[in-house]
């Protein structure tokens, strides 16, 4: 089972948004603990997985260690952490994407 993280500005921006269905979106992010090889894979920055996740319209993007997504089964994924970072409709869709890029280049995975 993989271990979900929300970051805080990230958390806000979602109660702010969805305000009555926030906890359905939450609910939603979370089924990754159970199948973290669910979404869309973007590609990566040095070893670092990016991937999205689809809800009514919008994105939710994540990252995670990618060697242990592709290589481990679902039995010994237990301590992958997968750490959603940012949020977007369709039509910023691409200019998130390279930010979240652009930030893992410069600064990592810490950056968040």
Do not use: W
Not at 3 to 31: A, G, M, T
């Amino acid at each position: 089972m993989a271990i979900v993280e929300i970051i805080e500005s990230l958390y806000s921006q979602i109660e702010k948004k969805f305000k009555d269905q926030c906890i359905e979106v939450f609910e939603h992010l979370k089924s990754l603990e159970n199948n973290p090889h669910k979404g869309k894979f973007l590609g990566t920055v040095g070893g670092i997985a990016i991937k999205e996740l689809k809800y009514q319209g919008f994105r939710f993007y994540f990252i995670t260690d990618g060697y242990k997504l592709k290589c481990l089964d679902k039995a010994l994924l237990t301590n992958l952490l997968l750490k959603f970072v940012r949020m977007s409709d369709k039509k910023h869709q691409q200019k998130t994407i390279e930010e979240i890029k652009q930030i893992l280049r410069i600064i990592g995975p810490d950056g968040f």
